[in-house]
C-alpha cells in the first residue's frame, strides 16, 4: 500500500536512528502531499523514518554508508536474523570485533553482516553509527535495561517493493527532473565521525549547489549554524527555522538545537 491508501497501515523505522526525523514528517507529509504520485529522492535516507512516514509509491532511497544500505536490501529480501543477541557488553564487542572483521573483507553484502549491522545498531549507545578512519564500526556498548530484538521484518517486504536503494555519493544520483527530494546529510558541527570519508564544510556546499540546480521541489534540513544559512539563503532557497526536540552536548553544552529548513521549487 502507499500513502495514496488512508488504511496503510503504519510501520516503524527498523533501526534506532540518532538524529532522526521523525518529529519533522508531519511538515514534510504537507509539503509532499501536492507532489505525492511524484518519486521521493532521499540522498542521505537514514533511518528512513520520512520514507515510512510518506509512504511513496516510488522512492530512491541513497546514503554513503554501505552498511546500513546493505540491511535495508536484505530486509527487501526478507531478512531474519539468526545470530546470537544479547544485550551484554562482552558480547556486544566480540560482535562489533566480527562485523568489522567480516566487512573489511569480502563479507559486507552478506546477509550476516545485515544481521550483525542490526544487533549492532539496537544494542550500541544511543542509536549512533559511527566508523573510525579506518572504516571500522566503533560505537561502544549502549548499557540499556531491556532491548526488545527482532528476528523477523515481515512488514517491510510489501512496503520496500517498490523502493530502490543505492549506496554512494549524492552527486552520482540518476535524477529525473520531477523527482521530490528531501536532504538531510550530517549536521553542520557534527561530532561523530558518520562515516570514514567524514562529511566536511566544503561536501555541504558541493551538496547544496547540487541541489539548487534540480527543477523539481527540493527540501533540505541541516543545524541552523550561521553558514549554513547563509549558504543556502545565497543560492536561493526559502529558508526557515524551527526548534529541534534535541540538544547539542559537546563540552557539557546543553543547547537546544535549532533545525534549518530550505525549500525550493514547492
Known amino acids: 500500500m502507499t500513502q495514496d491508501t488512508p488504511s496503510a497501515p503504519t510501520v516503524r523505522p527498523p533501526l534506532k536512528w540518532a538524529g532522526g526525523k521523525r518529529w ?6 504537507e509539503w509532499y502531499q501536492p507532489y505525492r504520485r511524484r518519486r ?13 512516514a510518506l509512504r511513496p509509491a516510488r522512492a530512491l532511497l541513497n546514503d554513503v554508508n554501505e ?16 545470530v546470537t543477541m544479547r544485550n551484554e557488553r ?9 562485523f568489522n572483521r567480516l566487512v573489511s573483507g569480502r563479507g559486507a553484502s552478506s546477509a550476516k553482516a545485515a544481521q550483525l549491522f542490526y544487533y ?37 517486504g510489501e512496503v520496500f517493493n517498490s523502493w530502490r536503494f543505492s549506496s554512494g555519493d549524492f552527486s552520482l544520483l540518476k535524477l529525473s527532473p520531477k523527482d521530490f527530494i528531501y536532504a538531510d546529510p550530517p549536521y553542520d558541527n ?16 558541493r551538496l547544496a549547489s547540487w541541489l539548487a540546480k534540480h527543477p523539481g ?9 550561521k553558514r549554513m544559512l547563509s549558504l ?23 543547547r537546544k538545537a535549532t533545525e534549518l529548513l530550505a525549500t525550493r521549487n514547492l
Open 217 to 225: 521541489p527540493v527540501i533540505a534540513s541541516n543545524q541552523a549554524t
Open 67 to 82: 552498511h546500513l544500505i546493505n540491511f535495508y536490501l536484505h530486509l527487501q529480501r526478507g531478512l531474519k536474523v539468526n
Open 120 to 156: 549492532l545498531n539496537r544494542t550500541g549507545y544511543n542509536g549512533l553509527c559511527r566508523f573510525n578512519r579506518s572504516g571500522g564500526f566503533n560505537v561502544p556498548f549502549g548499557s540499556y535495561a531491556r532491548i526488545p530484538y527482532r528476528r523477523e521484518f515481515d512488514e517491510y
Open 90 to 98: 562482552e558480547h556486544y564487542l566480540a560482535q562489533r570485533k566480527e
Open 24 to 29: 519533522l514528517a508531519p511538515k514534510l507529509r
Open 190 to 205: 557534527t561530532f561523530a565521525q558518520y562515516s570514514a570519508q567524514g562529511f566536511a564544510f566544503a561536501e555541504q556546499e
Open 232 to 254: 543556502y539563503g545565497d543560492l536561493g532557497f526559502k529558508v526557515t527555522t524551527l526548534d529541534a526536540p534535541r540538544t547539542i552536548s559537546c563540552n557539557g553544552d546543553r
Open 40 to 52: 521521493l529522492v532521499e540522498p542521505f535516507c537514514g533511518g528512513l523514518a520520512v520514507a515510512l
